[in-house]
């Protein structure tokens, strides 16, 4: 292909989480529009199979296309096999798209039970800790890798009734902003 027509990301290779819909879903019609190899994760076996199938029948120009993986970010072993599955189709991974997210019905904090807090967490904080863990000594190997991280206004300016929400959206802003380039790891 000249090189006049190539996307910006020929030839890399993207797990996009939260893939099945919304942001996600956007993000990986355009990785692929640009030439990119996306792993559409979700958790949402339907949503994300839909997906693929859209990206597939679309028939973007250069070699972009995309593969469903069933992924929780909100556990380890997901994430292994999503970076196992990036490998043994596409050869690497270079970009992890750290989309998926979470929230609960507007309500005051004390209205909040154990059991949204508890995934909001999962979904919101304990998935980037896990992404970072098992794919960064990956991209450490390589000495190229990106992560994207989705956030939202609420990480910055907290609304009444999403205090949790928004705080999980801080730790993202700040964790994001602290973590250090790949070069200063030996």
């Not at 072993?77 to 189709?89: I, R």
């Not at 991974?93 to 807090?117: H, M, Q, R, W």
């Not at 000594?137 to 939202?152: A, D, H, M, Q, W």
């Amino acid at each position: 292909m000249h090189p006049i027509n190539m996307g910006r990301l020929e030839g890399k290779v993207a797990i996009v989480t939260g893939a099945g819909s919304g942001f996600g879903e956007a993000i990986a019609h355009g990785f692929v529009a640009e030439g990119a190899r996306v792993l559409v994760a979700d958790i949402a076996v339907d949503n994300g199979k839909r997906v693929v199938d859209e990206i597939t029948q679309k028939k973007y120009p250069g070699s972009g296309s995309a593969v469903f993986v069933e992924l929780n970010v909100a556990q380890r072993v997901d994430w292994e096999n999503g970076l196992e599955l990036a490998k043994s189709t596409f050869g690497h991974l270079d970009i992890v798209v750290n989309n998926a997210g979470t929230t609960y019905k507007k309500k005051p904090s004390v209205e909040v039970n154990d059991a949204e807090f508890d995934r909001l967490i999962a979904v919101n904080v304990k998935s980037i800790y896990l992404s970072v863990s098992v794919v960064m000594p990956y991209f450490i190997e390589r000495k190229s890798g990106v992560f994207l991280n989705t956030s939202s206004v609420a990480g910055e300016r907290v609304r009444p009734g999403q205090v949790f929400y928004g705080g999980s959206k801080g730790f993202l802003n700040t964790v994001s902003i602290l973590t250090l380039p790949l070069q200063n790891h030996n």
